[in-house]
């Protein structure tokens, strides 16, 4: 988050986590007097009051903020009116520190879901968040949206629109209950291009439809997913819609949404491979989406994946049950380049060799349907013991 200029950030232990040293407070915070902003948020149904408050916030504000406030270990979901009492008190200090409208303040937040979030340790640690605001603290605000993740998850590219140099940067979180059908658990990007709201709305909508759209890990959609793009326009590079300048800026916000949604996919809980799921020549693209998300989410499938174990019977069977049309004598699966299933029919192929291709840490399922001209592709992950331990204690 460090690289585009105009800003900076800051993380801390506020205590919200189990372990009281760990990192579960951040702050990211543009210097530029009009930054644009776009967001992007869960389709759940059961929105957690940080998710209500943001998009409030960007609507009323017309995509105008400055400042997001992001805590781990708590989701301030389902805990009703003190919930969205302690986000709105978070945006009122930050605004209050920062010098800053409200409005102008977004928030996010992450961890076990229905239990209430105190604002007063957030409060406590926001004039020390304030102090500690540097452009070097990517990596710490990676670390302190983690929950069950593995690894921090960042990303940062540099390119050049009109000769000027323009960056882009983003840190993800998210290891379950991952099945966004907007965005990911939790992402924040940061550029220095000039663009105005409602294009950065639009190219980071066209972004998200083919990065954090395409991963799933268990078929859950949280109540917390928040994607947020904050542009502070000082590298002077304006992006226009239309124009040479938005095609290759959609170019850079689309490679990094996919290099972060692919390690959120890698570190599904408990996961050991990175599975593609493609399905090409479908009847259309709706098709071929639902076959590949069917595919993607069957625990038999994710199961006999992590034990390298080449039943293709689960694979079409998924396939079959997934509501798309197409006929089951026509299709051909591979696993990566070695061949399974011709015509719909098992291909012959050596047990052993192909036990050994499923063992491979990252794996393409390819469907052939020959039936007609469109596809899909969908990131996902194996299922494992490890999983079930991990969400089995995930409260206690």
């Not at 009122?92 to 239990?115: D, M, N, W, Y």
């Not at 490679?255 to 050991?272: F, N, P, S, V, Y």
Request: net charge positive.
């Amino acid at each position: 988050m460090a690289t585009p200029s105009g800003f900076r950030a800051a993380a801390t232990a506020a205590g919200i986590k189990k372990k009281a040293d760990a990192l579960d407070l951040a702050l990211i915070v543009s210097d530029a007097p009009v930054t644009s902003a776009a967001g992007l948020f869960t389709t759940n149904r059961v929105a957690a009051a940080p998710v209500v408050l943001s998009r409030r916030n960007l609507s009323e504000s017309r995509g105008r903020a400055r400042a997001i406030v992001v805590n781990s270990g708590n989701a301030n979901a389902c805990t009703g009116r003190d919930g969205l009492r302690a986000a709105q008190e978070t945006t009122r200090a930050a605004a209050k520190l920062l010098g800053f409208l409200p409005r102008e303040v977004l928030v996010a937040s992450t961890g076990v879901i229905g239990v209430p979030l105190k604002p007063d340790p957030i409060l406590r640690q926001l004039p020390v968040l304030k102090q500690s605001l540097s452009a070097e603290s990517a990596g710490a605000v990676a670390n302190a949206i983690m929950t069950t993740d593995t690894f921090a998850k960042s990303c940062v590219l540099r390119g050049q629109v009109r000769g000027r140099p323009v960056h882009l940067a983003g840190v993800a979180k998210g290891s379950g209950m991952i099945h966004p059908r907007m965005a990911t658990m939790l992402c924040f990007i940061t550029t220095d291009a000039e663009v105005a709201p409602e294009i950065l709305h639009k190219l980071l909508r066209s972004a998200v439809e083919v990065s954090f759209n395409r991963i799933t890990v268990d078929g859950d959609t949280s109540t917390n997913d928040t994607i947020l793009v904050l542009a502070s326009g000082m590298s002077g590079a304006k992006i226009q819609a239309g124009s040479r300048s938005g095609t290759m800026f959609q170019a850079g916000l689309t490679a990094l949404c996919q290099t972060l949604a692919k390690m959120i996919a890698r570190d599904g809980e408990g996961a050991k491979k990175l599975v593609t799921i493609e399905v090409s020549r479908a009847r259309s693209a709706a098709d071929a989406d639902r076959i590949a998300r069917t595919i993607a989410n069957s625990p038999l499938v994710k199961t006999a994946i992590a034990g390298s174990d080449p039943n293709w019977g689960r694979i079409i069977c998924a396939a079959g049950y997934s509501g798309a049309a197409f006929d089951p004598a026509r299709v051909d699966i591979f696993v990566n380049d070695f061949v399974m299933v011709r015509r719909g029919l098992d291909a012959g192929f050596d047990e052993s060799a192909a036990s050994r291709e499923m063992d491979k840490k990252e794996l393409t399922i390819r469907l052939d349907l020959h039936q007609g001209k469109a596809s899909a592709y969908i990131w996902t992950c194996d299922l494992t013991h490890d999983y079930i331990s991990i969400n089995a204690s995930y409260r206690t």
